[in-house]
């Protein structure tokens, strides 16, 4: 039996494909960039506001977060130069007819999201990330951060440490993260894949197919 077909708008090189991979799923990324270390089973260098949505099971889109990030908004005058396609991309996938899911950082005006942290799947990690869906995802405990977390590479032993940035150490970083093929500046941009593993297997219950 075939696998189920998602498209990934805004892969990078490829955290939240892996996620859906592992869930069942072969995936398709898109980037306006090319990504040499893409681990997905296709990759289509193009435009997620104009790249075509048809053929598809499911649909994941991580519009830029740059405007969101913290990093950002407490820089006067720098998030208005980072583009806003969150409404964009959203009305893109309401006319698509296939379910959907959207991913951004805390901060982004993405409606009625699930919240995602790494120390729900067991991960030395908390990197909130944001999940807006065209279906009602099912809630994941969020367990108390009991552990002090560090300043983008400045970790220190007994932290838990920031992916973003100059993230180091790398080699920590990596294995934080489930992510093992990336660069440091692939790595700072990307989730880790046990956030779409969790979400894609949810999408596969809303398909009706089972994982």
Not at 88 to 99: F, K, M
């Amino acid at each position: 039996m075939s696998r189920p077909r998602l498209l990934d708008l805004g892969c990078g090189a490829g955290g939240a494909t892996r996620g859906y991979q592992l869930a069942g799923f072969h995936v398709t990324g898109v980037d306006h960039r090319p990504q040499p270390n893409y681990v997905g089973d296709e990759f289509a260098l193009a435009d997620m506001l104009t790249f075509p949505l048809d053929g598809f099971d499911a649909i994941h889109a991580s519009p830029p977060c740059q405007r969101y990030s913290a990093m950002s908004v407490c820089r006067p005058g720098l998030a208005e130069k980072y583009p806003d396609l969150i409404r964009p991309v959203r009305e893109r996938l309401q006319v698509a007819g296939t379910p959907w899911v959207m991913e951004n950082v805390p901060g982004a005006p993405l409606r009625n999201p699930l919240l995602l942290c790494g120390f729900m799947f067991g991960l030395d990690l908390y990197r909130h990330r944001l999940f807006e869906s065209s279906f009602v995802p099912t809630l994941a405990m969020h367990p108390a951060h009991s552990i002090p977390g560090s300043y983008a590479g400045n970790w220190k032993p007994g932290q838990i440490i920031s992916v973003s940035g100059n993230c180091a150490p790398i080699a920590l970083a990596r294995r934080a993260m489930g992510i093992d093929w990336m660069n440091r500046e692939e790595l700072a941009e990307a989730i880790p894949p046990s956030y779409t593993h969790f979400v894609g297997e949810q999408i596969l219950a809303h398909l009706g197919v089972a994982a």
